[in-house]
């Protein structure tokens, strides 16, 4: 398996523009995690999917993020408009349940955001 | 969430045993005891978890205190592979269980030549 694939690897923008990140979860995960992390603040849950459902989106910092998760092979945050503060990694994560309990989560290489 | 506590950085010698202490008095009975580690410019990686018993695989030790309010991390033979930022989280596992977690800051491990 190819692990949690996101794209782009590095982006780049300037303020007011619109960004969209791309992941794609490891087949057959149910689970699907957007964080962000940064020197400041440390790697933070945004917002989590179970099924294509989001079940808690309460550490979205504003009305700008928005996630979606069309179907079980992919998922996209959208930030609009950008801010310099957005600056950071954003890395997507995917697990699944197996004997009842959920498992680890596999995460991807990430995504460097960088809004001059 | 319950909170854990960590050094903020620990050093070791190559091929050197490295114990990673991870404080978690507030644990309640359901959670599991998870370990991630993220190496520079990576994403985490699972490393290891358990809920009371020691547990052993290819990459680590876990250590669980009798009472739960502390573990430990150990590495048995620190490479300088394994020069990371070291996490010690709480989640409940069982199904339907509310996955977020809270990763805090981790302990950065330098590993000496």
Not at chain 1, 23 to 47: A, N, V
Not at chain 1, 57 to 70: C, I, L, N, Q, V
Not at chain 1, 78 to 99: H, N, T
Not at chain 2, 60 to 70: G, H, T, V
């Amino acid at each position: 398996d190819a692990g949690v694939i996101q794209s782009p690897r590095h982006e780049v923008t300037e303020m007011g523009q619109e960004v969209t990140l791309r992941c794609k979860p490891i087949s057959g995960h149910d689970y699907l995690f957007w964080y962000r992390q940064t020197m400041m603040r440390g790697l933070e849950l945004l917002i989590y999917f179970n099924n294509n459902v989001p079940i808690d989106d309460s550490g979205m910092p504003e009305d700008r993020f928005s996630a979606k998760m069309p179907n079980a092979s992919f998922s996209t945050l959208k930030i609009q408009p950008s801010e310099p503060r957005d600056s950071a990694v954003y890395f997507c994560a995917s697990s699944f349940l197996a004997g009842g309990l959920a498992r680890e989560q596999f995460f991807g290489p990430g995504t460097r955001l960088t809004v001059l | 969430d319950a909170k854990t506590t960590q050094p903020n950085s620990m050093e070791s010698n190559e091929e050197e045993p490295v114990h990673l202490p991870c404080n978690h008095s507030t644990i309640s009975g359901t959670d599991y005891i998870h370990w991630y580690r993220q190496l520079p410019s990576q994403g985490p990686e699972y490393v290891i978890h358990g809920l009371t018993s020691n547990v052993n695989n290819r990459m680590a030790s876990l250590a669980i205190a009798e009472d739960r309010k502390s573990s430990t991390l150990i590495l048995h033979r620190a490479t300088l592979r394994d020069a990371a930022v070291y996490y010690c989280i709480l989640r409940d596992d069982r199904t339907g269980g509310y996955q977020k977690v809270t990763f805090g800051t981790g302990t950065k491990l330098q590993v000496i030549p």
